[in-house]
């Protein structure tokens, strides 16, 4: 019975090396070509992986990208959580910093880049994706609110969350035009992001109350 169960144990510790193996060899192959062009097998042939066994943990490309997808949406979220690198007098200041930090996630990142906010993203992935703009709403809220008093007579999730889709807008248009996010289109996101939410938000806030 032990051994059956050691055997199992190496098998799966096996097949999660695998999968990590494509996962990462697909990230490496979206650095060089544009997603429609790259099959399941370039990426197992890349990942040293064979080609069967490929196919039994993502039946096709498209499901690769998927899972792929998701755990870029949680590396640009583990970058917008680190702490502000700046002082700020300002919440309008807080916004361009947290903007050009995604900027920079996408310049660096050519898989993040097709995946998210690509013109060949697939439909579904960028609703998927969407998921993850809540999140990223979340955290803009947590670092303002860090540092100044929003008013509490709104639920301010839903209203980041239009707000990110707006600047989000801007980065796609600057990769359909150059391929990446450009600095002024990272300029253009953060005002556009700014000009939405002082619809809800005075331009100058309070301090936080430091505890």
Known sequence: MMMLQSRKGTTQARGRLRRRKLLDAARRLLGQS???????ADVAEAAGVPKTSAYHFFPSIYDLY?????????????????????????????ISELVDRGAAFFIENSAARQLQIGPKTPPDIKSRDRV????????????????????????????FFRAIEVADL??????????????FFSIEASRAMVAYLELYIPKVLSPAVRS
């Open 66 to 94: 998927v899972e792929l997808s998701l755990e870029l949406a949680a590396d640009l979220r583990g970058e917008l959580e680190k702490p502000l690198r700046h002082e700020h007098s300002e919440w309008q200041g807080v």
């Open 132 to 159: 993850n703009d809540f999140a990223l709403a979340r955290l803009f809220v947590g670092h303002i609110a860090s540092l100044f008093r929003l008013p509490d007579t709104m639920d301010w999730d839903p209203i």
């Open 170 to 183: 801007m980065f796609v248009l600057s990769v359909r035009e150059s391929g990446t996010v450009t600095p």
């Open 34 to 40: 544009t997603l429609d062009v790259i099959g399941l």
